[in-house]
């Protein structure tokens, strides 16, 4: 299991970095679709 920092970034939005490894690894590209699990 990896864990990530939420960053904000402006008033409104946030964002999570994905490292470029991952991104490899699972052939995804910008403007992709990831499913993100609620835990806890």
Known sequence: ???????????????????????KRNNLRKGDILQIEEVG
């Open 1 to 23: 299991m990896e864990y990530r920092k939420l960053q904000i970034t402006g008033k409104s939005t946030f964002v999570i970095s994905i490292p470029k490894e991952w991104i």
